[in-house]
C-alpha cells in the first residue's frame, strides 16, 4: 500500500483479497471489502458507488491495521469492525462474546413457529438470539441468562440499540438457576465442543471466549443439564429447544426422552446437519 499514488477502493479491495488468499484467509474478497467499507463509514454497496473516490491517507492507515490484524493475528472480522449480522439485525460484537452464527437462526425459527409466550434463553451472549425472538414475538416476554458480567453489558446495549429491551429481561446466573416454572419455552445455544477438539478449530474461532465453547469432555455437559433440569421449569404442554453439534442430535435426543419428552423433533440446517433438537414435555 504504497503513500507516493492514490488509491481507489477498488484497488485496495483487489491488494488486499489477494494478500489475505497468501495468509490462509478463507473469505478473502469478503473481509476486504467488509473492513474496508467500515473504515470508509459506508456499507459494501456504497463501496462500489465511491469506487472513482480516493482513500483517504487516515482511512488507509487505519485500514491497513486492520489487514494486518486479520491476516497475521486471524482476528474475525466481526471483532475488528465491532458488528455483525443476524437475523437481518446488526449485533455489537466483542471478544466476550460468541460471534453469532448463520446456523443459529435455526433456532429462531424453530421457537417462532411455536409462538409461545413465555421464553427463557440460557447463556444470551450478546443477546442476539434474545433480540431476534422479541422482533419475530412481540407479544412474548422473554428471560435471558448469562453468566458472563462483560456479555451481559453487550447484550443490554444491543438490546437497547433494537428497540426491545422492555421485553427481554436479562439475568446474571448460572443455568437454569435464575429460571421459575411455567415457561411456555427453555432456548438455548449452550458450548457443544469437545474440549479436545478445542484447540484443532480455526484460528478465528479461537479468539471467542472458550467458556462459550467448551461444552466439556464429550461437548454435552450443559446440554446434559438443561435436558435434566428444564422439564421442572416448563409448563406442560412446554418445549426445550437446543442448539447442537455435528453429530450430536441423537445423544440429544436420548437426553430429552430420558427427561420425560413425550415428543423429540431434529431440525436440519442448510448443509444438511442436524442442528436443532426440539422436545416436548407434556400435552397430548
Same mark, same amino acid.
Given at each position: 500500500?504504497?503513500?507516493?499514488?492514490?488509491?481507489?477502493?477498488?484497488?485496495?479491495?483487489?491488494?488486499?483479497?489477494?494478500?489475505?488468499?497468501?495468509?490462509?484467509?478463507?473469505?478473502?474478497?469478503?473481509?476486504?471489502?467488509?473492513?474496508?467499507?467500515?473504515? #470508509?463509514?459506508?456499507?459494501? #454497496?456504497?463501496?462500489?458507488?465511491?469506487?472513482?473516490?480516493?482513500?483517504?491517507?487516515?482511512?488507509?492507515?487505519?485500514?491497513?491495521?486492520?489487514?494486518?490484524?486479520?491476516?497475521?493475528?486471524?482476528?474475525?472480522?466481526?471483532?475488528?469492525?465491532?458488528?455483525?449480522? @443476524?437475523?437481518?439485525?446488526?449485533?455489537?460484537?466483542?471478544?466476550?462474546?460468541?460471534?453469532?452464527?448463520?446456523?443459529?437462526?435455526?433456532?429462531?425459527?424453530?421457537?417462532?413457529?411455536?409462538?409461545?409466550?413465555?421464553?427463557?434463553?440460557?447463556?444470551?451472549?450478546?443477546?442476539?438470539?434474545?433480540?431476534?425472538?422479541?422482533?419475530?414475538?412481540?407479544?412474548?416476554?422473554?428471560?435471558?441468562?448469562?453468566?458472563?458480567?462483560?456479555?451481559?453489558?453487550?447484550?443490554?446495549?444491543?438490546?437497547?440499540?433494537?428497540?426491545?429491551?422492555?421485553?427481554?429481561?436479562?439475568?446474571?446466573?448460572?443455568?437454569?438457576?435464575?429460571?421459575?416454572?411455567?415457561?411456555?419455552?427453555?432456548?438455548?445455544?449452550?458450548?457443544?465442543?469437545?474440549r479436545a477438539e478445542i484447540a484443532e478449530l480455526a484460528p478465528e474461532v479461537r479468539?471467542?471466549?472458550?467458556?462459550?465453547?467448551?461444552?466439556?469432555?464429550?461437548?454435552?455437559?450443559?446440554?446434559?443439564?438443561?435436558?435434566?433440569?428444564?422439564?421442572?421449569?416448563?409448563?406442560?404442554?412446554?418445549?426445550?429447544?437446543?442448539?447442537?453439534?455435528?453429530?450430536?442430535?441423537?445423544?440429544?435426543?436420548?437426553?430429552?426422552?430420558?427427561?420425560?419428552?413425550?415428543?423429540?423433533?431434529?431440525?436440519?440446517?442448510?448443509?444438511?446437519?442436524?442442528?436443532?433438537?426440539?422436545?416436548? @414435555?407434556?400435552?397430548?
Open positions: 500500500m504504497s503513500r507516493e499514488r492514490s488509491w481507489q477502493p477498488l484497488d485496495l479491495v483487489r491488494w488486499t483479497a489477494e494478500y489475505f488468499g497468501r495468509h490462509g484467509v478463507s473469505t478473502p474478497r469478503l473481509d476486504a471489502e467488509v473492513l474496508l467499507a467500515h473504515v #470508509m463509514g459506508v456499507d459494501r #454497496m456504497g463501496l462500489y458507488l465511491r469506487f472513482e473516490d480516493a482513500v483517504r491517507d487516515d482511512q488507509r492507515a487505519r485500514f491497513r491495521e486492520l489487514v494486518k490484524r486479520r491476516a497475521v493475528d486471524r482476528v474475525p472480522v466481526a471483532y475488528l469492525t465491532g458488528v455483525h449480522e @443476524f437475523w437481518s439485525l446488526q449485533i455489537k460484537v466483542t471478544p466476550d462474546v460468541l460471534i453469532p452464527r448463520p446456523e443459529t437462526e435455526l433456532l429462531v425459527e424453530t421457537v417462532r413457529d411455536l409462538r409461545p409466550s413465555l421464553v427463557a434463553e440460557i447463556g444470551t451472549g450478546s443477546g442476539a438470539l434474545a433480540a431476534a425472538l422479541a422482533r419475530e414475538l412481540p407479544e412474548a416476554a422473554i428471560l435471558a441468562v448469562e453468566r458472563s458480567r462483560p456479555a451481559l453489558s453487550v447484550a443490554r446495549e444491543n438490546l437497547e440499540l433494537l428497540g426491545v429491551s422492555e421485553r427481554v429481561t436479562l439475568v446474571e446466573g448460572e443455568g437454569l438457576g435464575p429460571v421459575g416454572p411455567g415457561f411456555e419455552t427453555i432456548v438455548s445455544n449452550p458450548p457443544y465442543v469437545r479468539h471467542e471466549p472458550r467458556e462459550a465453547l467448551d461444552g466439556g469432555a464429550d461437548g454435552l455437559d450443559l446440554v446434559r443439564e438443561l435436558c435434566h433440569e428444564a422439564p421442572s421449569r416448563l409448563a406442560r404442554p412446554g418445549h426445550l429447544a437446543l442448539e447442537v453439534g455435528a453429530g450430536q442430535a441423537a445423544d440429544v435426543e436420548e437426553l430429552m426422552r430420558e427427561a420425560g419428552a413425550i415428543q423429540v423433533e431434529r431440525v436440519r440446517d442448510l448443509a444438511g446437519i442436524e442442528r436443532v433438537v426440539l422436545g416436548r @414435555f407434556g400435552g397430548d
